[in-house]
């Protein structure tokens, strides 16, 4: 079993089957659009979700999920909110799952792992989260990540099969605390393209980062991540990079909001995916139930419904400080 399974053929499976094939491994990429499968395989390229990269011969793509039983693992890169029904399709096999998506399931409240985990029992399971722009990391640019696995004998086969000079890979057995960073950083990015939109400053801006990044704190600590995965690539390392471009479709879907666009509008005809917009309700209706304060998140979901913008800033900044590091 030499070839590697990536289940979704958006931005980020293409990106990855790129750095997969890199050393001449072969990437097998089941993508839902019959164009994808067809540009893919016709002209090395995915004209859709990654248009103008040119992709090694040694990926190919297929239409047919069962195609992928023979690899050695699947990278599953499906948008977190379709992650559980397109996992419940794939064929059986216990082969290792490495969770790509960020987000947490809006219908369950449940992280990703524990979705895969109800679906395929079997499956050993990993997490790959961090600071990763897929046109970056498709052009072979220096990027670095965590995969995180209970097991961490997986997790170093994993990283000996996947890790590149230009894609350097850090171990943890923090699951809970990779999957966290990475869903919550979308919600904080969206709260960012809004202080942008609005021409808060930068000022504003990272002291969105600052106490945003002391909420994911609160949070993941609370669900038992550990501070320091949460300070690392996948938590604070995404926070930074997703905060702070207009690459992000995260940041860019707040700066529509924070230009006076309304949210709904916005995400009516986009075709890729702004994961914090499905991340934010939950992710506040949990911290609520949690006892957990993450004002800047409930001020997400409360855009994201229609709020109005000014108002909703008024009341993010009327709150009084509270003690830093609490
Ligand atoms: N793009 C990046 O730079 C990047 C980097 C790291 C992680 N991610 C994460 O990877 C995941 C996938 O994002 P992407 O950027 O590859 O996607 P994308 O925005 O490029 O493409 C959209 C994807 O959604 C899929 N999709 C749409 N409707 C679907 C449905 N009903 N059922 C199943 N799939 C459906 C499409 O087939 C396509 O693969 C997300 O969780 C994202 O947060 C993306
Ligand atoms: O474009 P975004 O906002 O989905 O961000 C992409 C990656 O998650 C960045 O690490």
């Known amino acids: 079993m030499t070839t590697i399974g990536i289940i979704g053929g958006g931005a980020w499976g293409t990106a990855l089957a790129q750095v997969a094939a890199s050393d001449g491994q072969q990437a097998l990429v089941w993508a839902r659009e019959p164009e994808v499968v067809a540009s893919i395989n016709a002209a090395h390229e995915n004209s859709l979700f990654l248009p103008g990269r040119k992709l090694s011969e040694g990926i190919r793509a297929t239409g047919d999920i069962g195609d992928l039983a023979d690899c050695f693992a699947w990278l599953v890169v499906t948008p977190a909110q379709h992650m559980r029904s397109v996992l419940a399709e794939a064929p059986a096999s216990n082969v290792p799952l490495v969770l790509c998506s960020k987000g947490i399931e809006e219908g369950s409240g449940e992280l990703l792992h524990d979705v895969a985990h109800e679906v395929r ?94 909420e994911m704190t609160r949070f993941g600590v609370g669900l038992g991540a550990r501070r320091e995965t949460l300070a690392g690539l996948s938590g604070l390392g995404d926070l930074v990079l997703t905060c702070s471009s207009t690459s992000s479709r995260n940041y ?33 209706r949990l911290a609520e139930a949690r006892g957990i304060d993450m004002p800047i998140v409930a001020a997400v979901a409360r855009l994201l419904e229609g709020a109005d913008v000014d108002s909703v800033l008024g009341s993010v900044l009327a709150r009084p400080p509270r003690a830093e590091g609490l």
């Open 252 to 284: 860019s879907l707040g700066v529509g909001i924070g230009l006076g666009k309304s949210a709904k509008e916005l995400m009516a005809d986009r075709r890729t995916v702004a994961e914090g917009a499905f991340t934010a309700p939950v992710l506040a």
């Open 121 to 214: 029992p079997d499956a050993p399971v990993a997490v790959l989260s961090g600071p990763t722009f897929a046109h970056e990391v498709a052009q072979g640019m220096p990027t670095a990540v965590t995969l995180a696995a209970r097991d961490l004998e997986l997790a170093e086969r994993l990283r000996q099969r996947l890790s590149r000079s230009t894609f350097r890979i850090y171990l943890t057995d923090d699951v809970a605390g990779a999957e966290i960073g990475g869903a919550v950083k979308n919600v904080l990015a969206i709260a960012c393209g809004v202080v942008e939109g609005r021409g808060l400053g930068q000022n504003a801006r990272a002291a969105l980062i600052g106490r945003g990044f002391a």
